[in-house]
Nanobody
């Protein structure tokens, strides 16, 4: 049974940093592209960042470039999202997802497994 468990969310002020983690089990982690998505109340789920199997390829949504960094540790079956210079508009539930394809993709429906999410709230 595949499980993705996010952690690290919380309530912070604008300009602060957070590091999200997603621990995976029940799958061959190093064979999955890993992605982070977010969903704010009343909005659709949107792509944030993704990373290839070995970590050599990353992709970011324009609104997080230069502020967020995705990384992974295949020995620990964990993917991370370092979020710096947080803004109130970053407030959302953040989800990690696993994609069995080779390509790093942005489309949520292409991902095979999802975590339950972790809440990030940024106050102004």
């Amino acid at each position: 049974q595949v499980q993705l468990v996010e952690s690290g969310g919380g309530l912070v002020q604008a300009g602060d940093s957070l590091r999200l983690s997603c621990a995976a089990s029940g799958l061959t982690f190093s064979s999955y592209v890993m992605g982070w998505f977010r969903q704010a109340p009343g909005k659709e789920r949107e792509f944030v960042a993704a990373i290839s199997w070995g970590g050599s390829t990353t992709d970011y949504a324009d609104f997080v470039k230069g502020r967020f960094t995705i990384s992974r540790d295949n020995a620990k079956n964990t993917v991370y999202l370092q979020m710096n210079s947080l803004k109130p508009e970053d407030t959302a539930t953040y989800y990690c997802a696993a994609d069995a394809s080779i390509a790093v993709r942005r489309i949520p429906t292409r991902y095979d497994f999802w975590g339950q999410g972790t809440q990030v709230t940024v106050s102004s």
